[in-house]
């Protein structure tokens, strides 16, 4: 039987995956700070109850070895922990225990959520510089865990994705922000929407995470995503068309102060190492996710 770990497997990503897991027959320890969050998966389902400060009983609460290790798990992506250096440094100690925890287990191959704020170029003065906290932390963390993988024997690669939606995304990340604003009737507040930007279905970022953990090539970053990103403005007109045509977008009513630098990213490398390839009908993929939007705000 196929074992494999997943930390954050009660958040959107973490959960699709640990579902799809379960699906192909796997034996999966999913690592949650509450057992009660996970519901409604079948299959050789172990909840390990564990947050941060107990990491380091990781092994020893599993007792058995592994073949995979998905480390998903981090807190404060935006916002007040977003921004502070405490969380940020304890997300990297957390991910530094978690590839510890992964040695003591065998584990074949260590996987890192990594993010593409990694490359989000903000204003400094008269220039932009990579110096978002979240997305350095994340840097910083990929950095480690590749060299102890690499000293340790241990295959690793690192996932990143830009904005990931769908069926199942409780959040108020931006794009359930957007779809719940158009689905309401009410005017959008937007940047300028001049930069690249990207939407990527769950069910794509699901089977990139797939193909990179058993085709791709160790040590090797790979975005899953769209390979020709378009601007920010073009999106959001397309998802106004699809689901609310003639809502009214107010582009340009915030600045456009911050982008993601897809230029410094290989969009290419995940087709290039495993032929895979997003494919996710994009009208159907919002159109899902608004239904089902609706149903929640509803209380179904």
């Not at 009660?10 to 320890?29: C, H, K, N, P, Q």
């Amino acid at each position: 039987m196929r074992k494999a770990i997943v930390t954050g497997a009660s958040g959107f990503i973490g959960g699709a995956l640990t579902e799809r897991l379960l699906a192909d027959g796997w034996t999966v320890y999913a690592v949650v700070r509450d057992a009660n969050t996970l519901t409604e998966l079948d299959g050789d389902l172990r909840p390990i109850v564990c947050d941060f400060a107990r990491y380091d009983h990781l092994a020893e609460l599993i007792g058995n070895d592994v073949d995979w290790f998905l480390h998903f798990a981090w807190t404060g992506v935006s916002g007040e922990l977003g921004r502070s250096v405490k969380a940020q440094t304890e997300n990297v100690m957390a991910a530094a225990e978690a590839i510890e925890q992964a040695r003591r287990l065998h584990t074949k191959k260590f996987l890192f959520a990594g993010s593409s704020y990694q490359y989000r170029m903000e204003p400094a003065g008269d220039a932009y510089l990579p110096k978002n906290l979240y997305g350095a932390a994340k840097a910083g963390a990929e950095r480690l865990l590749w060299a102890s993988a690499l000293a340790d024997g241990m295959a690793f690669n690192t996932v990143l994705f830009t904005n990931v939606f769908g069926v199942g995304d409780r959040s108020e990340r931006s794009t359930n922000a957007i779809l719940k604003k158009l689905l309401a009737g009410e005017p959008l507040r937007l940047i300028s929407g001049e930069h690249l930007h990207d939407w990527t279905y769950i069910d794509d970022a699901v089977g990139g995470v797939m193909a990179v953990l058993e085709k791709g090539e160790p040590g090797r970053e790979y975005y899953i995503g769209s390979r020709s990103p378009v601007p920010f403005r073009d999106i959001v007109t397309h998802v106004r068309d699809v689901i609310s045509p003639g809502a009214e977008l107010c582009f340009g009513a915030y600045e456009d102060d911050a982008y993601i630098d897809y230029s410094k990213l290989d969009l290419d490398a995940l087709y290039r190492d495993t032929g895979y390839e997003c494919t996710a009908d994009f009208d159907e993929s919002i159109r899902r996710t608004a239904a089902w939007l609706n149903g929640e705000n509803a209380g179904g």
